[in-house]
């Protein structure tokens, strides 16, 4: 690190905010077109003249163009902070995913460990949100973020423990370099327990209780508007990005593939890339789960799962050495 | 409609437990009438969770085409007799009031006067006729019900499946007669008629021969309320008449 000039970093920050606005745009649209012709509907058609390709730029002029208000008895400062404090955690998750060996926007020894904490302060974000606003929906939902959150970092932190126990490393290229094709039997269990806690990380369809609009309006962030909620959708979407990334160095060996010498950083996008589609196909298909099915989820099913694949790698990687 | 809602259900409710009853098991399950129920209970869905058959169904539409009416672009397909706007025929309307007074919220609007042609012949009456001045229609009111084109004897006013004729103002909804009659244009032909249908009354009326004179029935009585005609003179009396129609 200490090798870098300044613009190299300066570059590799604008790369990766670039990386930052531009992939989850691209997820965001996936969805208005992937859902709109699993429901028979065509989608944004207009916005960009081809297949509404610029909807979501229109979505932000709109939401640029909107009043930024704040609740009379709300907690001001923390209620402005909240939408930074959601986002910046996967800003700093996407600099530190690697695409291919060399294209990473910051080389971090114990990635995997780093990405692990902030995906987990994004969450505070939520609940900043949930309890500045002043707003009982909100602090429910911001209650059921909190609750998620207990429940689904245990076994996301076990599967990942798993990983890096497998390949030896902490660090994200290292566990992608260490990945064989047999690692998608070995680390099956893993995986689908990763995928699912990904999910519900992520608030997404059926774990997306803490903004059940049939319920609590729109949970933590129903008192936001303008660019503050465009920020808190943002943060969603950006989520989404570095989750699928984090899947596909975890689990499908990230840049393995053909040439991947050359297109590796390619192979990587691809691969979050129909991982991202898995999950707006999971939000098209599936109802929400109640509250206490979330719970019953994470620790009668993942956390035990999450364990006898700790040991399943703990015991393959003993046998093999 | 009632009996034929009912007659129907006890059938359907037999029959599958007849048909599955073989098969073992079901009849219980379909008679709790969860048709999805039934059907995972037996085969490979019993074994794949619904969250299963939710996924494939998602992923069976988006192969398929969409639904999605791209209006502005593609003109919809609407079905025969839409009822779009009232088109008015200003030379068949005789300014008789009858749409305006049938009209269930009165936004018909009818203006006339009374105008005085000269006799025709030498020493003849003058005769009076309507001039129609006015005739609007209050779309901002109208409800589309299509009384007015229904009552109207002299087949001045019809549907026209024109539908873009919003306005920004409410009060621009209000159409006088140039533009009531410029929708005329859009009026479509009269759908034709079904197969095997029944012939329209003018045209059967039309097509009718001639009556033949009615034969004097000197043995009957006549009834009480008919009015006894005179026997014309006509040579063609021989012509029997068929017994049904002496009855009517």
Request: with cysteine.
């Amino acid at each position: 690190m200490s090798g870098l000039t300044w613009l190299e970093v300066v570059l590799r920050a604008v790369a990766v905010l670039a990386a930052f606005l531009v992939l989850p745009l691209l997820v965001g649209q996936t969805e208005h077109k992937v859902m709109a012709h699993m429901q028979g509907r065509l989608g944004p058609m207009y916005a960009g003249g081809f297949h509404g390709w610029a909807q979501l730029l229109a979505d932000g002029i709109k939401f640029v163009q909107k009043e930024d208000v704040v609740p009379a008895r709300a907690d001001r400062s923390a209620f402005r902070l909240a939408p930074g404090v959601a986002l910046v955690p996967y800003l700093v998750a996407l600099a530190v995913i690697p695409l291919a060996p060399g294209v990473v926007g910051a080389k971090v020894d114990a990635s995997a460990l780093l990405v692990l904490a902030v995906i987990g302060v994004g969450i505070i974000g939520t609940l900043m949100a949930g309890w500045a606003s002043a707003n009982k929906y909100s602090l429910l939902g911001a209650m059921r973020a909190a609750a998620q959150l207990v429940s689904y970092e245990l076994p996301m932190v076990l599967v990942v423990a798993s990983v890096a126990l497998a390949a030896g490393t902490l660090s994200l290229v290292g566990i992608a370099q260490a990945w064989t094709p047999w690692w998608l039997l070995w680390q099956l269990p893993g995986a689908l327990v990763f995928f699912v806690a990904g999910l519900a990380e992520l608030q997404r369809v059926p774990f997306d209780m803490p903004v059940a609009d049939s319920e609590i309006v729109f949970g933590p962030y129903t008192e936001y508007t303008g660019l503050r909620f465009a920020f808190f959708l943002l943060a969603e979407y950006a989520g989404i990005v570095v989750m699928a990334l984090l899947f596909a160095v975890l689990f499908l060996g990230g840049w393995a593939g053909p040439w991947a010498a050359t297109v590796g950083w390619l192979w990587t996008l691809l691969k979050g890339l129909v991982l991202a589609v898995v999950v707006i196909w999971f939000r098209v298909s599936w109802p929400r789960l109640r509250e206490d099915q979330l719970q019953r989820l994470a620790w009668v099913w993942l956390v035990p799962i999450a364990l006898l694949q700790l040991a399943v790698t703990a015991v393959g990687v003993v046998m093999m050495r | 409609m009632t009996g034929n809602l009912d007659r129907p259900d006890p059938d359907d409710l037999e029959r599958p437990v007849v048909d599955l009853s073989p098969p073992g098991g079901a009849p219980s399950k379909v008679k709790g009438g969860e048709p999805d129920g039934g059907r995972g209970g037996s085969g490979l869905s019993g074994i794949l969770p619904g969250i299963v058959q939710g996924l494939a169904t998602t992923a069976r539409t988006m192969t398929r085409h969409t639904h999605t009416a791209e209006y502005p672009d593609v003109r919809p397909q609407l079905p025969p007799r839409s009822r779009g706007v009232i088109a008015l025929l200003d030379e068949n309307c005789t300014s008789c009031m009858l749409c305006a007074r049938e009209c269930p919220d009165w936004c018909i609007y009818i203006d006339s006067h009374k105008e005085e042609l000269p006799p025709t012949t030498e020493g003849g009456r003058a005769r009076q006729r309507n001039v129609l001045d006015r005739f609007a229609i209050d779309y901002s009111l109208c409800m589309y019900c299509g009384i007015c084109v229904e009552v109207c004897p002299f087949d001045a006013l019809f549907w026209s499946p024109e539908f873009e004729y919003a306005e920004l103002d409410i009060h621009d909804l209000l159409h006088e007669k140039p533009r009531l009659s410029q929708w005329m244009a859009t009026v479509p032909a009269p759908p034709a008629l079904d197969p095997g249908s029944a012939d329209p009354a003018e045209v059967t009326a039309a097509a009718k021969p001639a009556r033949p004179a009615r034969p004097v029935r000197g043995e009957r009585a006549p009834g009480p309320g008919r009015p006894s005609r005179p026997p014309r003179a006509d040579p063609q009396q021989t012509p029997p008449v068929p017994p049904a129609d002496g009855d009517v």
